[in-house]
């Protein structure tokens, strides 16, 4: 059965075995937070530097709140909307957003629930996220998020997906990938083996969350990218400006977030 069909399967208990992770939800807002800082910072600086070209002298101190420019996003593997958001939590009103997951059956939760006026979901894998962009915005984002999904992407074609998000985000954006990496770190790859027979696993079984799609998951954080080999993938896309930071409590060392800046 293919991936997507098994994401299907697990989509109605999705975020219930979420909200049974401590903290899965606060690292997602971290996150977010995280992106939609540093969005704000670069898109205030170019609306001052404008001001200042225009009026001939200093740029305008930039103010927060509903004067602050309006941003597009990505939400790349947006699954049930917990992204999306969490996103919506950290930009308020206002924001433009495109989801974008593989999975009919976590887009159907994603849509079934209640969202304001610019947040949309479209069907796609990331792979096809040129051909997406042409239909869904009129040019590049401002910033693109991504939660959990280069694992899932397969390892040949991670360097081609990571220089199509840089792609589609202007230059001077940002971009966020968070996801577990504990490849080399063989105390955070013991832990996180523990937590997933010993927690998830059980967890699935007892909430009929399709267990199949959880040991899927124990395997392809085992062999998704270090820290290192995403780094590597972002500077060869491109990137710059690239900095990690990890999740508290048990995902310690195992759950990460990069941030990294296209050039502009």
Same mark, same amino acid.
């Given at each position: ?101 593989? =999975? ?84 955070? =790859? ?29 395997? =392809? ?23 990690? =930071? ?19």
């Amino acid at each position: 059965m293919e991936l997507a069909e098994q994401f299907d399967r697990a989509a109605d208990r999705y975020d219930l075995l979420t909200r049974l992770n401590p903290g899965y939800h606060r690292a997602l807002r971290d996150a977010a937070t995280g992106l939609v800082a540093r969005l704000r910072g670069t898109v205030r600086a170019a609306a001052g530097a404008r001001g200042a070209e225009d009026e001939g002298g200093p740029a305008a101190t930039p103010v927060d709140g509903p004067a602050a420019p309006a941003l597009t996003l990505w939400d790349l593997g947006c699954g049930s909307g917990l992204s999306t958001e969490a996103l919506l939590q950290a930009t308020g009103p206002g924001v433009r957003i495109v989801g974008l997951d593989a =999975s009919e059956g976590m887009l159907a939760q994603a849509r079934g629930k209640d969202w304001p006026p610019g947040v949309s979901f479209v069907h796609a894998v990331a792979q096809d996220l040129p051909e997406v962009a042409d239909r869904e915005l009129a040019g590049p984002a401002d910033g693109a998020f991504a939660a959990y999904l280069m694992r899932n992407v397969p390892e040949h074609q991670r360097d081609a997906v990571v220089r199509a998000i840089g792609d589609q985000v202007r230059p001077g954006g940002w971009v966020a990938l968070q996801d577990y990496h504990v490849k080399g770190d063989r105390v955070a =790859s013991a832990v996180w083996t523990l937590v997933c027979w010993g927690v998830v696993m059980p967890l699935a079984v007892a909430v009929r969350g399709n267990p199949t799609i959880y040991r899927y998951l124990w395997r =392809s954080v085992l062999d998704n990218d270090s820290t290192a080999e995403l780094t590597g993938r972002l500077t060869r896309a491109g990137f710059t400006d690239v900095s990690w =930071s990890t999740a508290g409590g048990w995902q310690r060392g195992i759950l990460h977030t990069v941030l990294a800046r296209r050039p502009g």
